[in-house]
């Protein structure tokens, strides 16, 4: 069978190729050990067979064969040739399956971390509250959460951010924490955190709107930071927020003070922050998320500092509780599973979080608040369903 032209391995699964000169009749064998190889004829012509393939090839100058698998492979010169063999690792096909794998489990994983654990932090905010005032609770929260992350990230050889990663750190800290949690914290002292919770599912279409906004005003037409939002996605978010907007109407949610109002701020700034995280010089990995957390936290007592925020009594044993939860897990647990989320996958995907949590906080307060859910409740939770499930899809 005489070959002239076949489709190369891709040259990224490949190692450099080694050229081997063969005289008139020398013969040159290789082992195949399930890697992927290619052989490319570049002067005179060749033969080859190789063991379980029924057919033997020959290869001119210009023409290449390869495959992957096991066997023997046996090059005959049929005149003086030159061969390139490019030769791929055994194991990497395998280590890319698996590294696929890992990656799909962590989103998985990321997913119901936020789901779950931001879900129930509205009950936590509202227990903490009893006892401590918003922003020295919020800064207290963010400021031991973390120095704990930094200082494991530094025990573990983590680099110090830069200067300039700071300033980063302290702006996306700032949206995202300062403004898109601690305006929750405050308005929580006057509203339910039913109504907090429909109020921040509203963030994905925030941030939605901020992308393709973004996306229509860099130039050439293309975002600088996140990708387009597709019509599908758009569909999933209309879906998701009536879903949300419908637990309004079937539960015993309503706002009794003028300071609620600041709720209405907070998925607005929570969605910039959660777009320019993107593209900002961010440290690497947890890190980003430990430099954040200080930078807020410090920003945060300054606040409560400066407002006049006390302690009228110890905190009870309740608020402290709540704190050490919120420390833990809604800050260094969920916080680092978002980070990774905005990085690894698509923004709608890392956001479907906020559909989700309403249904959490409701669950929770049913079951550990006493509260009672209507069937309107319980409708609005199946199109919060639907509206992640067409935004998760492919």
């Keep these: ?38 052989l490319s004829c570049t002067a005179g012509a060749v033969w080859i067979t190789r063991e379980g393939e029924p057919e033997d090839v020959v ?32 194991g990497k096909t395998l280590r890319a399956a698996l590294a696929k794998a890992r990656g799909s489990w962590l989103v ?18 509202s227990v903490a509250l009893e006892t401590m005032p918003p922003f020295l609770l919020a800064g207290t929260r963010f400021m031991t959460a973390g120095a704990l992350l930094y200082g494991v990230l530094r025990l573990r050889g983590a680099p110090r951010p830069t200067l300039r990663q700071w300033g980063a750190a302290a702006r996306v800290g700032v949206l995202l924490l300062v403004f898109g949690n601690g305006f929750v914290v405050v308005s929580q002292q006057w509203v339910s955190s ?41 569909i999933g978010l209309l879906v998701g927020f009536a879903g949300a907007a419908l637990l309004h109407l079937g539960g015993d949610l309503h706002a009794a ?22 593209s900002l010089p961010l440290p690497e990995g947890p890190m980003a998320v430990a430099a954040e957390m200080l930078a807020a936290g410090a920003v945060m007592l ?21 704190l050490a939860y919120l420390a833990v897990f809604g800050s260094i647990v969920a916080l680092s599973a978002y980070t990774y989320l905005l990085r690894s996958t698509r923004p709608a995907i890392a956001t479907s979080y906020a559909y989700v949590n309403p249904i959490v906080a409701i669950a929770l307060g049913v079951l550990l608040g006493g509260e009672r859910a209507s069937a309107t409740t319980w409708a609005a939770a199946a199109i919060v369903g639907a509206g992640v499930v067409i935004v998760s899809r492919r």
């Design 59 to 90: 290869l001119e100058a210009g023409s290449s064969y390869g495959g992957e698998g096991r066997g023997l492979l046996v090059v005959e010169a049929l005149e003086p040739a030159q061969i390139a063999v490019a030769r791929g690792e055994a």
């Design 257 to 278: 003070h003028a300071g609620a109002l600041l709720i209405l701020l907070a998925p607005v700034s929570w969605a910039l922050g959660s777009l320019y995280s993107r």
């Design 194 to 234: 039913g109504v907090a919770a429909v109020v921040v599912s509203t963030m994905p279409l925030w941030l939605a709107l901020f992308a393709t906004a973004r996306g229509r005003g860099a130039a050439g037409g293309a975002p600088a930071g996140a990708p387009a939002v597709s019509r599908r996605e758009w």
């Design 108 to 125: 998985l994983l990321s997913l119901l971390a936020l789901y779950v654990i931001w879900g129930s932090t509205y009950l936590a905010v």
């Design 1 to 38: 069978m005489k070959l002239t032209s076949l489709v190369s391995e891709p040259p990224s699964r490949l190692l450099e190729p080694s050229r081997i000169e063969l005289g008139k009749g020398r013969l040159w064998t290789h082992r195949l050990r399930g890697g992927p190889v290619l």
């Design 302 to 322: 300054g606040v409560s500092a400066l407002s006049g925020e006390h302690l009228a009594a110890a905190p009870s044993s309740r608020s402290l509780l709540a």
